[in-house]
């Protein structure tokens, strides 16, 4: 019977469903037994069904066997399907047979155990019904974003993870010993992407990233995915109105294919589907006053830290650009900005309702000079980057790109308070295991 094809759980609820004999075969989310009738919550990955069993119907053996299943337990079900206003979803399945495929041990998961304890235990927590629901929605984000990105003929690349040189500074590079040289995890694919373009234009990779920061913050990972984009003859108004178009057509797919997952998790998709471009842009500059106007001790030059980044868009239902900032603050690649030297050409789009940056964007410096003085002023080994030098001496054309951090924008669309909830088995600076 284990071989054979199954009926989805959903089955039960088609509306020619009563009366059918189905068979269904799934994990016990809960049971309960009182007189001769065993009540099953059984759950496959199309639903959740209540299951009926009598002893009378099932015999002595096979009901016994039945009732000591644990939670988590797998059973195959064979039986005919009824109305029954008192369960779940007004269906139920009269058992004629229950064939018990793993009794289980008793499931070591219960609603009040400490936050450390479920994340020693996440490899079980997985199957609760919100983490169901968010990698299912996170599934069809990444399903959307690469439909996107076909439609705009953007081709998707394999850039490598262990890597020379670190594309974002080498404060946050996790090193390796790369068979006795140094080596880096990839921050970023952005200078392979670079390269990439030359030939193809319009590139993109989808890959883990990884981010040696040691702050514990509820927006930090340290690997996380990242959807990274580079555009040859693009300019930042080009830039941004890409991403808007990316954004709002992504945040529509998944509000139209993952309804009951959103509304499960606290996000009515209603409100997701709402959002529309364009979205404001700010520069830096104003930003600066509109914060320091709204008491914030910060000065021209200083970083948007966590708190600066909520502000901004605390009560806003649309996400922000903010844009050109200084340039000690942002990486070496990012191009100056034509009109002002202090600045670059430069977007991060902050999330609404103050869940801060989900996008980093910027035009590429194409002046080779000037991408080497900004190499020294920050103090890296200029010889790591000279295969990325000869990108600027070779086919040196005017381009621009961005990353979005997939937990991030997860972040947002479910209102998860912290990022780890957005990602299976999160990485932070306390926690790689299980
Ligand atoms: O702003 P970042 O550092 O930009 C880059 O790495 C560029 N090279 C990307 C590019 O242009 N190709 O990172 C991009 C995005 C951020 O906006 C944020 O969404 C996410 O990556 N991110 C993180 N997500 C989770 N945990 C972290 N520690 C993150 N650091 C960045
Ligand atoms: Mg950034």
């Not at 953007?154 to 068979?179: C, H, K, Q, R, W």
């Not at 990316?246 to 959002?275: D, I, N």
């Not at 239902?317 to 030297?341: H, I, N, Q």
Request: aromatic letters at 8%; glycine letters at 8%; a negative charge.
């Amino acid at each position: 019977m284990s071989g054979a094809p199954a009926d989805p759980v959903a089955r039960a609820f088609a509306s020619d469903a009563v009366g059918a004999t189905v068979h269904v075969r799934g994990w016990v989310q809960r049971s309960r037994s009182s007189g001769g009738i065993l009540f099953l919550h059984l759950r496959d990955r199309t639903g959740t069904v209540q299951v009926t069993a009598k002893r009378d119907v099932l015999g002595a053996e096979a009901f016994d066997a039945a009732e000591h299943v644990q939670v988590e337990g797998v059973v195959e079900v064979e039986g005919a399907v009824a109305d029954d206003p008192r369960a779940p979803g007004g269906r139920e399945l009269r058992a004629r047979s229950v064939k018990v495929v793993d009794a289980g041990l008793p499931f070591p998961i219960f609603q009040e155990q400490t936050e450390e304890f479920r994340l020693d235990k996440r490899h079980l927590v997985i199957r609760s019904d919100d983490h169901v629901a968010t990698f299912r929605v996170r599934a069809e984000l990444l399903r959307a974003l690469r439909t996107f990105l076909d439609t705009e003929e953007v081709l998707e690349m394999s850039p490598p993870i262990l890597t020379g040189n670190p594309a974002e500074g080498g404060a946050e590079a996790f090193t390796i010993d790369y068979f006795g040289r140094p080596g880096y995890l990839s921050q970023s694919a952005q200078l392979y992407l670079e390269a990439m373009l030359a030939p193809h234009e319009r590139v993109y990779a989808l890959t883990p990233s990884f981010r040696a920061e040691k702050s514990r913050t509820p927006r930090h990972l340290t690997e996380y995915q990242h959807l990274e984009v580079e555009l040859a003859w693009t300019d930042l108004d080009g830039l941004m109105a890409f991403i808007e178009r990316m954004v709002v057509a992504v945040t529509h797919a998944v509000a139209e294919r993952r309804g009951p997952e959103l509304r499960q998790l606290g996000r009515k998709p209603e409100e997701l589907l709402a959002l529309a471009a364009p979205f404001p842009r700010l520069a830096y500059a104003e930003a600066v006053d509109r914060l320091a106007r709204e008491g914030f001790p910060l000065t021209w030059g200083g970083d948007l830290g966590t708190a600066e980044e909520r502000a901004l868009t605390l009560e806003s239902a649309v996400p922000l650009f903010v844009t050109r900032y200084p340039r000690e603050l942002k990486a070496f690649y990012m191009r100056r900005s034509p009109g002002d030297p202090r600045t670059v050409e430069a977007a991060d789009l902050l999330a609404p309702e103050g869940y801060g940056e989900m996008v980093g964007a910027s035009c590429r410096e194409t002046d080779l000079a000037l991408l080497q003085e900004r190499l020294r002023a920050i103090g890296a080994p200029l010889e790591e980057y000279e295969w990325y030098f000869d990108l600027r001496r070779h086919g040196n054309v005017p381009h621009a790109g961005f990353g979005l951090g997939i937990e991030r924008i997860l972040r947002w669309m479910l209102r998860r308070e912290h990022i780890r909830e957005t990602i299976p088995f999160p990485r932070t600076p306390s926690r790689h295991t299980p």
